[in-house]
Every structure is written in C-alpha cells, then in structure tokens.
Nanobody, 115 residues
Framework: VQLVESGGGLVQPGGSLRLSCAASGFTFSRYGMSWYRRAPGKERELVATITSAGGSTNYADSAKDRFTISRDNAKNTVSLQMNSLKPEDTAVYYC?????????WGQGTQVTVSS
C-alpha cells in the first residue's frame, strides 16, 4: 500500500496550488480519502474528505469555500485544489486512507505560503 503526494511548493498569499496523491496497493475506488495537514507547532488537522465514489465531500471550516477535494478512480488519484491561500495554510499536507485495518499515510508534501 502506498500513497505518494505531489504538488506542494512556495506560493504567495492569494495564490493557488493543486496537490495530488497517487494511490497503489489497494482497491482505491472502495475507500474514502482524506487530506490532512500539520503546521509547525500544531496538531495534525483534517482538511477535507471525499467518499469512495466521490459523491460527498466535507471540509474543515478553515478550508471551506477555498479548497476543493476531488478524485479520479480510473487513475487512482485524489487531489486538493487550494485557492486564495493564506500564510496560515503553511503546513505539510498528507494524503490518507482508512482501510479498515488501519489508516495509511503518504510521506507528505510541504506547502509554504509567503511573500
């Protein structure tokens, strides 16, 4: 089982980034997927979730109206489109799946929002 994130980087406040997560080793289309983040000195925070078929999504209050989670079950990928980024969005972002027998995590991708 493997989750590999990509797409992080340095962006100015107000900018956008699109994170992607490539999944392998499990039947991707059967499981809901999530994005989490951990900012320096803070606890890990759930950012967004999407159901297995992509029909339902949920967002943390901090992400509502700015971030969009989506998935492509044909390509085994889940994405997080982040718009209107703020300095407080700076964090390591992790892709995650709860496979029932345990939660799996990617290695994370750094997002830094700074001028």
């Amino acid at each position: 089982v493997q989750l590999v994130e990509s797409g992080g980087g340095l962006v100015q406040p107000g900018g956008s980034l699109r994170l992607s997560c490539a999944a392998s080793g499990f039947t991707f289309s059967r499981y809901g997927m999530s994005w989490y983040r951990r900012a320096p000195g803070k606890e890990r925070e759930l950012v967004a979730t999407i159901t297995s078929a992509g029909g339902s999504t949920n967002y943390a209050d901090s992400a509502k109206d700015r971030f969009t989670i989506s998935r492509d079950n044909a390509k085994n990928t889940v994405s997080l489109q982040m718009n209107s980024l703020k300095p407080e969005d700076t964090a390591v972002y992790y892709c995650s799946a709860n496979l029932g027998v345990g939660r799996v995590w990617g290695q994370g991708t750094q997002v830094t929002v700074s001028s």
